[in-house]
């Protein structure tokens, strides 16, 4: 769908899916292209399955990946209510029908925010952040240690305002991290759709004070919910004090 281009910024929600080891040796190119249209297919077919219009959003190729920006009105709860768990079932479809090198394990990143089109795209903060949660390791880690397709990191922003407020999602069910990649700093919180986290018992403080600069810590917290690399920032913060 093309945007129409105003030089005030709108509001999106912004997704971005990455595919885990697009590149990988095992790959050949026609392996590759299976791989996309897969990708493509599992997408548009559990948008549909989601009440979430494909063609109304904004879609950027990224080789191994998509980028897409929904309108201001679409509703952002199926986004993390509905979709993933939707993509993960057309992923299993998808990964039942191919060989090893065609198979598909994703990464997808969710935020929102004002974005700015021009001539040549999109650029907004609220973009190179989603980019930066998609890229983050503690979410490549949760996949590649998930025996799942799909591993989902959502922005401190969307997870206070989407997640926690949702009558159909456990909340306690995500999982805290920190994200230091580049110039970015901050908390998002990882779900596994196909195989959640047990229930953490106690929560992570929302990440309203953000933590003292200290070395970067990718590792999720434990399934207890004790011991989260937030909180053991906010420990570290104090004590310095």
Not at 51 to 62: A, F, K, Q, T
Not at 195 to 218: G, L, R
Request: hydrophobic content about 40%; overall charge neutral.
């Amino acid at each position: 769908m093309s945007e129409i281009r105003t030089p005030l910024a709108v509001h999106r929600t912004v997704l971005a899916v990455d595919v885990r080891g697009f590149g990988d040796q095992g790959r050949n190119t026609p392996a590759q292209v299976a791989v996309r249209a897969g990708m493509y297919r599992a997408l548009e077919r559990a948008f549909r399955a989601a009440g979430l219009s494909w063609r109304e959003c904004h879609r950027e190729d990224r080789g191994d990946g998509v980028f897409v920006l929904a309108p201001a009105e679409t509703p952002k709860g199926p986004f993390v209510e509905t979709l993933p768990r939707a993509l993960v079932t057309e992923l299993r479809a998808h990964n039942a029908k191919h060989p090893p090198a065609e198979q598909i394990r994703l990464r997808m990143a969710l935020h929102a925010g004002e974005v700015t089109f021009d001539d040549h795209g999109v650029t907004a903060s609220a973009v190179n952040l989603t980019f930066r949660l998609l890229d983050a390791p503690a979410v490549k880690q949760a996949l590649a240690e998930s025996p799942g397709v799909l591993a989902l990191i959502a922005s401190g922003w969307f997870f206070d305002e989407v997640v926690r407020n949702s009558a159909a999602l456990d909340a306690a069910t995500f999982r805290p991290v920190r994200v230091a990649v580049k110039e970015t700093d901050t908390v998002a919180w990882i779900s596994l759709p196909d195989h959640p986290y047990p229930p953490a018992a106690e929560q992570a403080p929302p990440a309203e004070e953000p933590p003292s600069p200290a070395p970067a810590v990718t590792m999720t917290a434990t399934n207890s919910g004790r011991g989260s690399i937030y909180q053991a920032a906010r420990d570290q913060h104090i004590t310095e004090r």
